[in-house]
């Protein structure tokens, strides 16, 4: 059933060779993803498609951490779009225009396609299967006590409607992880309680079916033979960048967000919408002001100290100034991104493939990498569970 929902086009390009050999001696067949072939390190995250485009804080917080390890990771980069549908069930038009959104912001920041493997959730059937094994490891009222998801349902204001598969995202979220045995996960603060989840999940997965005893610990899994390493989390520069609110973390939901094709006029709006409340131009301002969290993380360096001291001073400081300021070197980093993103939007040209068809042959050429080795874990793990009863290769 799963062999027949992608492009004929991409067989064979790397998913090859990748699919399980019922007695092939593990790590063999599916070690193909990394482009240099060398034995690096694996790591894996992503996003979830549920608005068009990534902010300013998934940026500070994830995004160029991902361009930076692309040198020394293999990476694996994945696309959520079956958790999209926690909350946008109704909206599949919507979910498949975001998940296209993603890949070209991902493109525009510098994560690149050849290295890195972009992962399409929906289209890895290992991951949905995984899920479901995990589902039966992990206790139920763990599950709802995880507090990003309590934090999830509540700012979400579902009451008790939410779908049977809200919750079941964060098994999902293990099994993204797992899936591709990774031994890093950066990601931003608000993760960090799935990660832990995800960390649960492997250690008693190896010691279960494994015989990797109580007293190992998470570093040591892999090496007495679990079969997954206890992935452990990596937060970036800025774990959590406020909203424009100055209140929450920025949000797609909550629509205090510098997205990060914002052009210039609309991050200069957006900038000096920003309250600073000070009773006067020469009043200070709190030191974890959001305005200044701004300043660091985005002029940084000597200027945001001298900036931070001319506000504690008690002279006369223009917010406006310092807000166009601001505004200037978030356009400055954003620059380079909007225009490439720009070219991924470019119509076809007679010779010249469309950014749509670009962006397309991407996320196809993702999934015959990903399947190759989320497959290779799969087989891992069924027969670590005595599940393995006859191999199956995946088409593509
Ligand atoms: N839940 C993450 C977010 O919304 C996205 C995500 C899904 C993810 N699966 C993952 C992140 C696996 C890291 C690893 O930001």
Redesign the pocket.
């Known amino acids: 059933m799963h062999s027949s929902t992608s492009e004929p086009g991409v067989a064979g390009q790397r998913g090859e060779g990748g699919g399980p050999e019922g007695t092939g001696g593990a790590g063999g067949a599916g070690e193909t993803g990394g482009a240099q072939g060398a034995q690096r390190a694996r790591l894996?995250?992503?996003?979830?498609p549920?608005h068009t485009g990534l902010h300013l804080g998934?940026y500070v917080g994830?995004l160029e951490n991902r361009v930076r390890l692309q040198d020394q990771y293999e990476c694996y980069f994945?696309i959520?779009n079956v958790?999209a549908l926690t909350t946008l069930a109704e909206r599949p038009e919507q979910v498949r225009d975001n998940t296209l959104g993603i890949v070209k912001d991902w493109i525009a920041v510098g994560m690149d396609p050849e290295r890195s493997v972009f992962v399409l959730?929906s289209e890895v059937p290992a991951i949905a299967e995984l899920t479901f094994l995990l589902a039966m490891l992990l206790p139920f009222n763990k599950v709802m006590r995880n507090p990003?998801l309590k934090t999830e349902l509540e700012t979400k204001g579902l009451g008790e409607s939410y779908s049977f598969g809200f919750p079941m995202?964060t098994v999902?979220?293990c099994a993204?992880?797992l899936s591709f045995r990774p031994e890093l996960?950066?990601?931003?603060q608000?993760?960090e309680a799935?990660?832990e989840m995800?960390r649960d999940a492997a250690m008693k997965f190896n010691q279960l079916y494994c015989a990797v005893g109580n007293r190992v610990p998470p570093e040591g899994h892999a090496a007495a033979g679990g079969v997954f390493p206890v992935p452990r989390a990596q937060v970036g520069r800025v774990g959590r960048l406020k909203g424009l609110d100055g209140q929450q973390k920025m949000s797609k939901s909550l629509g205090n967000a510098v997205y990060l094709y914002d052009e210039p006029r609309a991050v200069a709006k957006k900038i000096s919408g920003i309250v600073t409340g000070r009773a006067s131009m020469t009043s200070p301002i709190a030191q974890d002001h959001v305005l200044l969290q701004y300043i660091d993380a985005f002029i940084g360096g000597e200027r945001a100290a001298e900036i931070r001291a001319q506000y504690a001073s008690g002279r006369e400081v223009k917010d406006g100034l310092i807000k166009a300021e601001l505004a200037e070197a978030i356009s400055r980093l954003l620059g380079p991104m909007r225009a490439r993103r720009e070219e991924l939007e470019a119509p076809p040209q007679p010779g010249r493939q469309g950014g749509q068809e670009r962006v397309l042959g991407v996320i196809r050429a993702g999934i015959a990498r990903a399947n190759a080795a989320a497959e290779q874990t799969l087989l891992l793990a069924k027969r670590a569970m005595r599940l393995d009863f006859g191999a199956r290769r995946l088409g593509f």
């Not at 894996?44 to 979830?48: F, P, R």
């Open positions: 894996l995250t992503g996003d979830t549920t998934h994830s994945l959520a958790h959730q990003t995202y999902g979220q993204d992880i996960v950066p990601v931003g608000d993760q799935h990660i995800c």
